[in-house]
């Protein structure tokens, strides 16, 4: 593939050159370089580990590069010595990986971070500051009252406040620089769609756009150019136009990609169940009623606040039951809870890694064997060299990119993370795997190589279910699908389905209008 070089290219409005970055033994950065012209939107992908996320730190001044330069509309910074205050007089604007929601404060109180509160220098004017954020809240689709703490909102909802914090001010403001890093990973279809058209809207207003993001649709969908990091490398920058995924996986990748198969439905027995729920109510669930058998990988899908994520937490005994039983390998679970859940053989992932699954100022090691270190214990004594035996292999079975099992957790990227919780589960061989948005930040190539475990995992006996976001992934990896809207279970797919299909049962009969 080579660079597009148009001979009419709009002006340069961001460059950056020669940037390096090291975290102690890690090189994270090697000399890369990057184009962002006006009024197009530029997508940056690669792997995880790659340097995505790094280069969008360095350049916001969160990290100072080792070297490098940073020109914007003209003007020269020294990327080594930059901050967040002078990326803001650059007139940069970014949304993080971790996009910097404080749950305590208001939703107005979140949108006016980094920016003047309405009123005069000594006295806060409330009332419009709350009637300008309601109008911010409004024009993302974010129903909620402008007092109420964001500790109040879905994880989604938490994305789309951080990224009408970074875009409040755009439409006054022509010719800005927006940097999105991952915007979309929280985010289900239809919400993905409506930021997927302010980006758009935004690139037509002559406002530069470089979005990272694993997902490879909407890379084909917005992206008028791609440049591809590879082991902290640039790689190249090609034409958006006309590229196919396989395209993009190579670009990622440097080879093509070996699909995993799809995982079928097994023929069981009611004896084989390991999970048998029945009349299940709790939070917006209700009434729901399914089995899982051993071998099976079932899925869960539905739009936002249809009660996905809500199921695996009742069934976990993270949220207390209404009515309804849950008979785990033929017993009742009517009192489990998480620490009897985990020792009776159940594991789950949860979908904000960061808050719930990630023991952050730990080390890989100490990630890998959270809830399971009595293991390592003879007579009082910790069999610390088995330990570190046992997470080197799993660092190199489930291909987690670290200098080694010492290394902070958060010095890895977040695909990289989830593949440390997954192992952390995995390596357990549960009855019964729960996982609520598996691949959510994960590349292409982590992507596949978690399909690959979660259908081995399903071969070896155990019961699995997942909840995602993204239907294409449902449809290639589960052997049945059930499709929750309001709370209730409304359609039984099984294959062959598409991800279409999976996505007209979630939004359900729309009314016509002529």
């Known amino acids: 593939m080579s660079a597009a070089t148009p001979a009419d290219d709009p ?25 962002l012209r006006a009024g197009e939107v530029h997508a940056l992908i690669g792997g995880n580990g790659c340097g995505k996320s790094t280069l969008i730190k360095c350049l916001a001044g969160v990290h100072q590069a080792d070297a490098g330069t940073l020109t914007v509309n003209g003007a020269e910074y020294d990327l080594a010595d930059q901050s967040p205050d002078r990326a803001r007089d650059a007139g940069l604007r970014f949304v993080h990986q971790d996009p910097g929601i404080f749950p305590a404060l208001s939703l107005t109180e979140n949108l006016s971070l980094g920016r003047r509160f309405e009123g005069s220098s000594r006295r806060i004017n409330w009332r419009a500051a709350h009637q300008r954020a309601r109008e911010v809240l409004r024009r993302f689709g974010i129903e ?30 022509h010719g800005g620089v927006l940097i999105l890093d991952e915007p979309t990973a929280a985010l289900p279809a239809p919400e993905v769609q409506v930021l997927l058209g302010w980006i758009r809207r935004l690139a037509q207003e002559g406002h530069a756009i470089l979005i990272v993001t694993h997902r490879l649709d909407e890379v084909r969908e917005v992206a008028d150019r791609v440049t591809a990091f590879r082991d902290g490398r640039y790689v190249n920058t090609i034409d958006g136009a006309g590229l196919t995924e396989s395209m993009l996986v190579e670009l990622i990748l440097g080879r093509k990609l070996d699909q995993a198969a799809s995982v079928a439905s097994p023929t069981t027995s009611t004896a084989d169940h390991v999970v048998e729920v029945r009349d299940l109510s709790g939070g917006p669930l209700a009434e729901v009623s399914f089995d899982v058998a051993a071998g099976e990988v079932l899925g869960i899908a539905g739009l936002l606040g249809s009660g996905r994520t809500e199921l695996l937490q009742l069934i976990y005994g993270l949220l207390p039951r209404r009515t309804g039983t849950v008979t785990y390998l033929g017993k009742s679970a009517h009192a489990l809870n998480p620490s009897k859940a985990c020792r009776k053989g159940m594991a789950f992932v949860p979908e904000d890694r960061a808050a719930e699954a990630v023991f952050p100022a730990s080390t890989v090691l100490e990630n890998l064997v959270q809830g399971h270190e009595h293991q390592y214990f003879r007579r009082l004594w910790l069999r610390d060299r088995v330990e570190r035996e046992d997470a080197l292999r799993d660092i190199q079975r489930f291909n987690i990119r670290t200098s080694g099992p010492t290394a902070y957790i958060e010095s890895l990227s977040g695909g990289n993370q989830q593949k440390v919780i997954l192992a952390r589960w995995l390596r357990q061989q549960p009855r019964l795997l729960l996982l609520d948005e598996p691949t959510q930040g994960v590349d292409v190539g982590a992507r596949d190589e978690i399909y690959k475990l979660i259908a081995l995992a399903a071969d070896q006996g155990c019961a699995i279910v997942v909840v995602s976001s993204e239907f294409e992934e449902l449809a290639q990896i589960c052997g049945r699908v059930l499709v929750l809207s309001h709370g209730r279970i409304v359609t039984e797919m099984r294959q062959p389905m598409n991800a279409h299909e999976i996505l007209e049962a979630s939004i359900g009969p729309r009314e016509i209008t002529v």
């Open 144 to 173: 909620h009252d402008p007092r109420t703490p964001a500790a109040a909102l879905s994880v989604p909802q938490r994305a789309m406040l951080a990224i009408a914090r970074a875009l409040q001010d755009q439409e006054s403001e």
């Open 11 to 35: 002006p340069i409005a961001l460059a950056v050159a020669g940037v390096s970055k090291n975290f102690g033994a890690t090189q994270a950065l090697r000399s890369v370089q990057l184009e």
